[in-house]
């Protein structure tokens, strides 16, 4: 079974920055699209960013210009670059990725919609 973890959230100031990491363990061939989501206390889960294997990348119109999101596909790893942080920021990030391939014994198998366990992110005024 293919497992998303996060790390690198934390406590920072407004204006501060952050970097997010998420690592996809397993024997993997390949990731298609891997992203990062939020969700605020009594908000819905919204996507921040999201790239896809060729690099080409989307983000929420209210994180542009402030966050960069990369992918180093040899490591199976995506990472979140946040800088200018405010405090609506706030929030626990997940990592996904939609489609992965990966080795299960001797055959490969396809995993569809995989979340990592979410990472706090809080920024103080």
């Known amino acids: 079974q293919v497992q998303l973890v996060e790390s690198g959230g934390g406590l920072v100031q407004a204006g501060g920055s952050l970097r997010l990491s998420c690592v996809a363990s397993g024997s993997i061939f390949h990731i298609n699209v891997m992203g990062w989501y939020r969700q605020a206390p009594g908000k819905q889960r919204e996507l921040v960013a999201h790239i896809t294997s060729g690099g080409q990348t989307n983000y929420l119109d209210s994180v542009k210009g402030r966050f960069t999101i990369s992918r180093d596909n040899g490591k199976n790893t995506v990472y979140l670059q946040m800088n200018s942080l405010k405090p609506e920021d706030t929030a626990v990030y997940y990592c996904?990725?939609?489609?992965?391939?990966?080795?299960?014994?001797?055959?490969?198998?396809?995993?569809?919609?995989?979340w990592g366990q979410g990472t706090q992110v809080t920024v103080s005024s």
């Open positions: 996904n990725a939609d489609h992965v391939v990966a080795m299960f014994g001797s055959s490969p198998r396809s995993e569809y919609d995989i």
